[in-house]
């Protein structure tokens, strides 16, 4: 299974940023579908997730209310739209997919990983 992050870049702050993730692989359409970031020096943290129908989305209080996660099942994409960036915002975002229902805020609980994405956010 291969994941293909993009949409990451240079914003200032206040800015917005609308990343996103493809496979070509129609099973993920089952998979709760993640996105993390790792910031220089820190861990990889979680900062949204959505189930496999859509219906239901989860975000790190970091974020809640900034950043929008969601699918399209039909062309097998995620996307995250991150407003109202902040320059703590800056990381390396990765998308995730994880094959048991419910969410995961624990990288080592997804099972397949995108290469990541470059954001930064100047203040």
């Known amino acids: 299974v291969q994941l293909q992050a993009s949409g990451g870049g240079l914003v200032q702050a206040g800015g917005s940023l609308r990343l996103s993730c493809a496979s070509s692989?129609?099973?993920?359409?089952?998979?709760?579908m993640g996105w993390f970031r790792q910031a220089p020096g820190k861990e990889r943290e979680f900062v949204a997730a959505?189930?496999?129908?859509?219906?239901?989305?989860y975000y790190a209080d970091s974020v809640k209310g900034r950043f929008t996660i969601s699918r399209d099942n039909a062309k097998i994409t995620v996307d995250l739209q991150m407003n109202s960036l902040k320059p703590e915002d800056t990381a390396v975002y990765y998308c995730a997919a994880r094959g048991c229902s419910g969410n995961s805020h624990y990288p080592h609980m997804y099972d397949y990983w995108g290469q990541g994405t470059q954001v930064t956010v100047s203040s």
């Open positions: 959505i189930t496999w129908s859509g219906n239901t989305t």
């Open positions: 692989d129609r099973t993920l359409s089952t998979y709760v």
